[in-house]
């Protein structure tokens, strides 16, 4: 296998701080499928390694979040 | 160093920022600036400036060290801390308090569900317009009773009471009233509420206010103080966006088309249309409380900022070309909304509405069209929201 293409396409890794979220819910909003809000409205994380599309889209979330609830762990 | 002698509010153009606020941006995003009260503060006009103050818990939104950023004419001008309830005047940890207890309530998911009825609730409004055509003064026809009909089912306003719930509403926001008798209509207001509170302890109903006293965990007086809250934070608000989102969009008939035409393109539009019109054009205020650097300049502990949500969203080092309206701009990000911890708590419920209003009204009205020059469609400077007062309009049957 390529391991060079393998790296390159390796998924971010998501953590999310509910002691942190104020459940805005921009990251349902903007990332919906790695994203949700329980019923009190606090992050609910249900992808930990998005990949591809969904990776651009959480680190959308991650930018919109007014919190900083969720981040992108290196 | 020169200091701002209070915050610039004069408009050239409508839809555009006080000139003077973008040439501030551009030399001192971080700028000093006097505050009515004498006081020395701050007036930051960069969106990164703005974002990391709106961010830092080091800034406070307590109340009673905040100053107004424009003279207040309510008369008095002693500043008390925020009472039981009304959450947007205080810090963590008692903000926080209010707001999980309120968080559940507005989710993206909850307030999706609310579409439909949002939908029902505009087409009511579009029917009784169209009745009453072809002319129409949209701010008390369409922008207002909107957002005024959706809270009063939120809070559990009985139907027997909304007419005069709407009234009163539409008074406490109408500029062209008195000072003295939108006071009263806020005193009539928060009276209706807090009676409303002591009336879901017999009847709770499946409503906000109902879930909220289920809690437990709220006297009446500060479920009475949060229903004045997200009255006041929900409906002028969305009644400015709804209001002057047309009129501009009038002005620009061929992004008008995008919002009309594409439904995929309607999310977005909101988003754009929210940073390019910042509502929020006096305020929000921060008090620092302990030394903080901000974009090179040294804010002291007890110094107010007042941060310029108009300026940083029309700042190019974030939005190429920011005075351009462009619907189809990712403009996510904008601080329309605010940052940090105050965050807009009906924000969801502010999208479901612009989302499902605006698009409605020029899909049923195709070749709507303002029915005065534009300086008959009268803005307010001083409006504590911007926003038109009215905004006459008409179509062919």
């Not at chain 1, 329980?38 to 992050?43: H, I, K, Q, S």
């Not at chain 2, 008369?75 to 039981?84: H, K, V």
Request: aromatic fraction near 4%; include cysteine.
């Amino acid at each position: 296998m390529d391991t060079v293409t393998r790296k390159g396409n390796r998924p971010m890794k998501l953590q999310a701080d509910r002691d942190l979220c104020i459940g805005a819910g921009m990251c349902a909003l903007t990332a919906p499928g790695v994203f949700d809000q329980d019923d009190d409205g606090l992050v609910v994380q249900l992808v930990a390694e998005p990949a591809d599309a969904q990776a651009q889209l959480a680190r959308d979330a991650v930018n919109a979040c007014p919190s900083g609830a969720i981040s992108i762990m290196e | 160093m020169t200091v701002l002698d209070g915050l610039p509010r004069t408009r050239t153009c409508p839809f555009d920022p006080p000139a003077e606020l973008a040439s501030l941006r551009e030399s001192t995003p971080v700028t000093r600036m006097k505050f009515p009260d004498g006081h020395e503060g701050w007036l930051i006009t960069g969106y990164a400036e703005a974002r990391a103050v709106l961010a830092d818990p080091r800034f406070s939104s307590r109340a009673e060290l905040s100053r107004p950023p424009v003279p207040m004419n309510m008369g008095g001008n002693a500043i008390e801390p925020a009472r039981p309830g009304m959450f947007t005047g205080m810090d963590d940890p008692g903000h926080a308090r209010y707001r999980k207890l309120l968080t559940g309530a507005f989710t993206v998911r909850r307030m999706q569900q609310l579409k439909a009825r949002v939908a029902e609730i505009t087409d009511l409004y579009l029917d009784e317009i169209e009745r009453g055509g072809p002319a129409a003064d949209l701010v008390p026809a369409f922008a207002s009773p909107i957002p005024s009909m959706v809270i009063c089912e939120m809070l559990g306003v009985p139907m027997s009471e909304r007419e005069n719930f709407q009234s009163r509403s539409a008074e406490l926001f109408d500029l062209a009233l008195s000072l003295q008798d939108r006071m009263a209509a806020l005193t009539e207001l928060a009276a209706f509420l807090a009676k409303l509170t002591k009336e879901k302890h017999a009847d709770a109903g499946d409503d906000l206010l109902g879930d909220l006293l289920a809690t437990g965990e709220l006297t009446d007086e500060e479920l009475g103080n949060i229903a004045v809250v997200l009255l006041v934070a929900g409906h002028e608000t969305t009644r400015n966006m709804l209001a002057l989102g047309a009129y501009t969009l009038l002005r620009n008939p061929d992004q008008l088309a995008v919002l009309r035409d594409d439904r995929e393109a309607a999310g977005n539009a909101i988003e754009e249309l929210m940073r390019y019109l910042s509502v929020i054009h006096i305020g929000p205020v921060r008090t620092a409380l302990a030394d903080v650097e901000v974009g090179g300049r040294l804010i002291r502990e007890g110094e107010s900022v007042n941060i310029s949500v108009p300026a940083a969203n029309r700042d190019p080092l974030r939005f190429p070309d920011p005075d351009i309206l462009d619907l189809r701009r990712k403009a996510t990000g904008h601080l329309g909304f605010g940052h940090g911890v105050h965050q807009c708590l009906g924000q969801q419920l502010a999208r479901v509405e612009m989302r499902t209003a605006l698009p409605a009204l020029f899909r049923r009205f195709p070749d709507l069209r303002l029915a005065v020059p534009d300086d008959e469609v009268i803005t307010n400077d001083d409006a504590p929201i911007y926003g038109v007062g009215r905004l006459p309009v008409t179509w062919t049957r």
